[in-house]
């Protein structure tokens, strides 16, 4: 039985450093320092006993027996990202990798009468929350890369019946011996949406509204709603916006649920032009405002088109490089002069209607069940009355 779910859980005594764990499979673990805690465990580096080695490449998240995001994270790997079948869905897809870190056993542990669960994990380098407090935004084709990398994991993690549901930069790591590649961690609070295939239907609960992160999180979520696919999707575009722009248009209204929904609210019905206002001078949006017309087009069931949502994101299919962090949004300290910055906003604008024209007349061809397949606007008129770290970097929170 899965551990009774509370508001706030108790962090753990830490473990001695070099404590010794058995995993399920009989694998054992040296515990190494303690690099991280969170709101309810640690994060130690790991030594399998039987490959000593100064530099780990492992690490171990630690947490009370009776705690439940290290048991819900446990329950994703096990029933959908084991290391055999990402790798198949590697080469089925022809990527390069996909980034979702490996899981490499867990087990249960007593100490000090206290019982523990552990998992052992793939070690991450840093987060990109502290790149971007560093740097500020990204560079406009670092944003919109990080962007197919990630649809790339939500379509692995969707096909298995779960969403994420908390997307942001905290939760996104570069590889630890490659840079280069970027990984979406901590499935915590990931859920499983559509078990054994029956997809969960749409219910709002005001009891449960506001859940995740409030700055991205979707407005299913604002409104108690089970997360769907385009939940994911949705919370990707405001990331995407975030790194490219540097804020948000609620990011004052953080302390307010209420007002940072109808800012999100008002942002999606406004599209696109609301994104694109939204752009610093001399940049662009088109990509991410064509982007989260799909993502709020989607009914709540659907499925989306994740090849669609990536050529929207790399139209000219360029090959993916190297990630670049080295300095921010290209031309986003450019003034273009305003007629200019009108005339590219009108002709972006152009280009977003015309990809939606596009997705409502496939839509035209699909059968839709009364409520379920409904479109998000229309089930708003409906329904509402009115890392995994280095050692050096700073504590993870999971």
Not at 14 to 32: A, N
Not at 35 to 61: C, E, M, Q, W
Not at 144 to 154: A, E, K, S, T
Not at 332 to 354: C, E, I, W
């Amino acid at each position: 039985m899965p551990p009774r779910r509370k508001e706030k859980y108790k962090l753990p005594i830490p473990l001695p450093e070099g404590t010794v764990l058995d995993d399920m499979e009989g694998k054992q673990w040296v515990l190494g320092k303690l690099i991280g805690s969170g709101g309810f465990g640690l994060i130690y580096l790991a030594f399998p006993t039987n490959k000593p080695d100064k530099d780990a490449r492992h690490v171990i998240k630690v947490e009370y027996q009776e705690n439940g995001p290290l048991f819900s994270e446990l329950k994703f790997y096990q029933r959908a990202a084991k290391k055999e079948c990402i790798k198949k869905w590697v080469e089925l897809k022809k990527l390069d990798y996909l980034g979702i870190p490996l899981f490499y056993g867990s087990g249960i542990t007593e100490f000090k009468g206290k019982s523990y669960r552990f998992m052992v994990m793939e070690r991450l380098g840093i987060d990109l929350q502290k790149i971007s407090d560093q740097n500020g935004t990204f560079k406009k084709s670092t944003v919109l890369q990080l962007g197919i990398r990630m649809l790339d994991v939500l379509e692995y993690i969707h096909e298995n019946e779960y969403v994420h549901g908390d997307i942001k930069a905290a939760n996104l790591l570069l590889g630890y011996r490659n840079p280069d590649r970027v990984y979406l961690a901590d499935y915590g609070l990931s859920y499983r949406y559509c078990p054994n295939g029956n997809h969960k239907q749409y219910q709002e609960n005001p009891k449960k509204g506001h859940n995740g992160t409030i700055e991205f999180t979707s407005l299913d979520a604002h409104k108690g709603v089970a997360l769907s696919r385009r939940s994911d999707l949705e919370i990707l575009g405001y990331c995407l916006l975030r790194w490219l722009c540097g804020s948000l248009p609620w990011e004052w209204s953080l302390q307010d649920p209420v007002a940072v929904q109808a800012a999100k609210t008002n942002l999606l019905d406004e599209l696109p032009e609301s994104v694109l206002q939204w752009a610093p001078s001399g940049s662009s949006c088109r990509e991410i405002a064509q982007y989260l017309v799909c993502a709020h087009n989607l009914a709540y069931d659907e499925k989306p088109d994740y090849q669609m949502l990536k050529k929207i994101l790399n139209p000219s299919e360029i090959p993916l490089g190297p990630l670049d962090f080295c300095s921010k949004g290209e031309s986003l300290n450019m003034h273009a002069p305003n007629n200019q910055q009108v005339d590219s906003r009108k002709a972006a604008t152009k280009q977003v209607y015309q990809v939606q024209n596009t997705l409502i007349g496939r839509k035209g061809h699909r059968e839709r069940s009364a409520e379920s397949r409904t479109p998000r606007r229309k089930v708003q008129e409906e329904k509402q009355p009115t890392g995994l770290f280095n050692s050096e970097t700073v504590p993870v929170v999971f």
